[in-house]
């Protein structure tokens, strides 16, 4: 008896999730705007995500609302709250559409709170101004200017094009398959860029950078994590204040420092410059020995590997001469051990 008791409870269970769930994916309102040309997005909310998809022929709108701490609620408890607390804009202004869900009073009873965000489907080529202070924000198959910002969560993009300016106070950054102007950052996350073209500008006060398969002009800067990856073209800046540095298959100029790890730098084919500095660490680099190069080295102890075109003076710790005559600055200072190879 007890265990068929326990089966029946159990399929009850079962059953409440999976029915939970599905409301859960089953948007409150959806709306679309065939017959409308957008051109740009606004939206505004304060307590849920915003994703955004292009490559739709025409424009549709999905609404979310959850409860607070993301307790499911029923249509009519959403709508009650809705009426009483909150003032929702779905609409078309021009070629402008506009989603805003906001409270009609700042001193509300935050315990009826709900959590409102936007799906939103629409043409490849649109320009956007998103903010939440409580959600993620997901972008996906964009080309235009794209603006936004959240308080409370993670940025996803993915395959957007143009001039892109993102930023959150509390979540991490993943942007792939991205290109043009790039400007990225993060008060509390990690970032990871890959398969990434043109101008990037990537930051973050309290995690990791990884980079992967660059190529442009990266900027990266760190105060709380250690920067890795590799497959870079062009040119690379990549700082930090509280981690290692590991840097792989460059093909790049390179201006790197930390403050508080070892660094180790592998570079493929040598451009305009190298500046390496480390303040807490040591420096590992190894780099073509084909190129003309002036080396400038500074270290409680340097060791020199395959220097067999080498002309000038080494000392324990300075080293400065020519490399197959010279020409690339490579300039590398720590206060720990420097070692440089040749391959």
Request: aromatic content about 4%.
């Amino acid at each position: 008896m007890k265990k068929a008791f326990n089966f029946v409870f159990l399929v009850a269970f079962i059953t409440l999730v999976i029915n939970t769930q599905a409301q859960d994916r089953e948007p409150y309102i959806t709306k679309s705007f065939s017959n409308e040309s957008i051109k740009e997005l606004y939206a505004r909310t304060s307590g849920g995500s915003i994703t955004v998809e292009g490559g739709n022929e025409q424009a549709r709108v999905e609404v979310f609302i959850k409860g607070n701490n993301g307790k499911t609620l029923s249509k009519d408890e959403i709508k009650e709250r809705l009426d009483e607390d909150y003032k929702l804009t779905i609409g078309v202004e021009g070629n402008e559409l506009k989603l805003i869900a906001e409270p009609k009073d700042k001193f509300f009873n935050w315990r009826h709170a709900l959590s409102i965000s936007f799906k939103v489907y629409v043409p490849q080529t649109i320009s956007t101004d998103l903010s939440t202070s409580g959600g993620s924000i997901d972008m996906r198959n964009l080309s235009g200017t794209q603006s936004f910002s959240t308080s409370g969560g993670s940025l996803t993009l993915d395959k957007l094009s143009g001039k892109i300016k993102g930023r959150t106070s509390g979540g991490s950054i993943h942007v792939s398959n991205a290109k043009d102007m790039i400007d990225l950052a993060t008060s509390g996350g990690s970032i990871e860029a890959e398969n990434c073209n043109g101008k990037l500008s990537l930051s973050t006060s309290g995690g990791s950078i990884s980079l992967h398969n660059l190529k442009g002009t990266v900027k990266a800067n760190t105060s709380g994590g250690p920067i890795r990856g590799g497959d870079i073209t062009g040119e690379l800046t990549a700082h930090t204040s509280g981690g290692s540095v590991d840097l792989r298959d460059l093909e790049c100029s390179v201006d790197a420092s930390t403050s508080g790890g070892n660094m180790e730098i592998e570079i493929d084919k040598l451009e305009e410059y190298v500046t390496i500095s480390n303040s807490g660490g040591n420096i590992h680099v190894t780099m073509p020995g084909n190129k003309g190069v002036n080396l400038n080295l500074r270290g409680d102890r340097i060791n020199l590997e395959n220097m067999n075109n080498f002309n000038g003076d080494k000392e324990d710790h300075k080293v400065e001469g020519k490399i197959n005559g010279g020409g690339i600055p490579v300039n590398i200072q720590t206060s720990g051990r420097v070692t440089v190879a040749l391959n």
